[in-house]
């Protein structure tokens, strides 16, 4: 009889043992899927803030470009020299 009982309770043990891992097996894979879709998320941000410094190098080019232009339009001319 008692050993009966100690099967029984090894038996319902295991189930209980193995029906709680299965949850937690459910919660890490769930938690990998957040985990790439974090880092999928983080690199699309990368992206854009990668376009933004393009974007920013080009105007600050484009920027730097008009001031020499009227930089040199301001400018006075040299005077031709003199024809003798």
Request: include cysteine.
């Amino acid at each position: 009889m008692r050993k009966t009982l100690a099967i029984a309770l090894m038996l319902t043990a295991s189930l209980g043992l193995a029906a709680c891992d299965k949850k937690s097996e459910d919660k890490a894979q769930d938690a990998n899927q957040h985990a790439e879709q974090a880092q999928q998320k983080m690199n699309e941000a990368q992206d854009k803030v990668n376009d933004a410094a393009k974007e920013n190098a080009e105007a600050a080019k484009d920027q730097a470009e008009s001031n020499a232009a009227a930089a040199k339009e301001a400018a006075p001319a040299a005077p031709e020299a003199p024809k003798n």
